[in-house]
């Protein structure tokens, strides 16, 4: 377990550290300006720490979150500091909200692909096994096979997981929000289908779609004797090696969504599982619907998911938006970032870190 010491309004997570002095200038750590402090160092907070008769923040003194107060300077080098001030910024947020809620937060804002453990690797090693962890996920979806990996990593990681989605975690990434022990919402939050997609004719499809328009189709045959031109064309980029994987990728979503509740802290019993899967997949993948469908809190309360409505005047909603809006607008793009390290993926060591676009 690690050691930790006392941090006002709440607890904290993270070992004690000297600081270094390295031979930039920058006395904070020997650390790289992409990646942040070394594995298992704490940043000092931009501000200087307010517990323990230390200065007061800048936010205590009526200043903006990470902002230095008027009386104190940054621990870091003038340069270092203006160039990573943004990070500072988020980061200053993310104290505050493991401070006030007493968990772990991690960052995830991502397609879920083969990267997603490592990348998440990075901010769960070291980490105490008895801290509550608290996911910021936000993802258009991705790999299945992948988020059921992330799932099981990170559950393995902490004594109990929450997802947390400011603005949209579909298809993959719902999945990976089912393995969680409770999935908090806001106003603004979206979950949506299981359903697998394939890629035919130049675009993504989904795979019942798929099956419905074959077995259309062969309705239409027996009816005319003869496929209509519409039909001809509608299949004309489908083979029967692609129907017979969209048939496979369906009856894989049972055993994933089955796979992913095994992995929670209190996994339901194998009748619950059952009953649980059956309805999801039935709400999930069945119905029709599209893609992109949205559900929102009260319709996935309805399928009995551990769903936490968040009060959006809440300091907690607040904080998770502000927190989201800031990486909107500073990254537009993926990012992996807890109170103590940074990835942005593929960026390369030199590059800077609080500025690259989407990729």
């Known amino acids: ?87 500072y910024q988020r980061q200053h947020l993310i104290r505050a909200y493991e401070a006030k809620i007493g968990a772990r937060l991690i960052v995830v804002i991502d397609v879920i692909d083969s990267d997603i453990v490592t990348n998440l690797e990075e901010h769960l090693f070291g980490i105490d096994p008895d801290c509550d962890l608290h996911l910021l996920l936000r993802s258009p979806g991705g790999s299945a096979e992948q988020a059921i990996r992330a799932v099981r990593s990170l559950q393995s990681r902490c004594n109990r997981l929450s997802v947390v989605i400011p603005d949209l975690a579909k298809s993959a990434a719902t999945l990976l929000a089912l393995g969680a022990d409770e999935i908090r919402l806001g106003p603004t939050s979206d979950l949506g289908p299981v359903d697998p997609q394939m890629f035919a004719g130049g675009r993504w499809i989904q795979a019942k779609s798929i099956l419905m328009a074959i077995e259309q189709a062969e309705n239409a045959v027996r009816a005319n004797g003869a496929l209509t031109e519409l039909w001809a064309a509608l299949l004309a980029d489908v083979s029967a090696i692609d129907a017979q994987e969209a048939k496979s990728a369906l009856d894989r979503t049972a055993p994933m969504i089955r796979q992913v509740v095994g992995y929670r802290s209190d996994p339901p019993t194998p009748d619950q ?87």
Request: aromatic content about 6%.
């Open 1 to 87: 377990m690690m050691s930790s010491r006392p941090r006002s309004g709440g607890v904290s997570f993270y070992p004690s550290r000297e600081r270094r002095e390295s031979s930039n200038g920058d006395s904070r750590e020997r650390s790289s300006p992409a990646d942040g402090p070394a594995p298992g160092e704490e940043p000092a907070p931009p501000g200087g720490p307010s517990a323990g008769g230390g200065p007061a923040s800048g936010e205590e003194l009526g200043l903006g979150p990470g902002e230095p107060a008027a009386h104190e300077h940054p621990a870091q080098s003038p340069i270092y500091y203006a160039q990573h001030v943004n990070r």
């Open 273 to 359: 599982a059952e009953t649980f899967v059956t309805a999801l997949v039935e709400a999930l993948q069945e119905r029709n619907i599209s893609h992109g469908h949205t559900l929102g809190a009260d319709e996935l309360i309805e399928m009995n998911l551990p769903i936490v409505k968040l009060d959006p005047n809440s300091w907690e909603w607040e904080c998770i938006w502000r927190l989201w809006t800031l990486y909107k607008v500073q990254i537009n793009g993926p990012i992996y970032e807890s109170a103590v390290k940074s990835l942005i993926p593929d960026a390369g060591p030199d590059a800077p870190a609080d500025i690259l676009p989407m990729v």
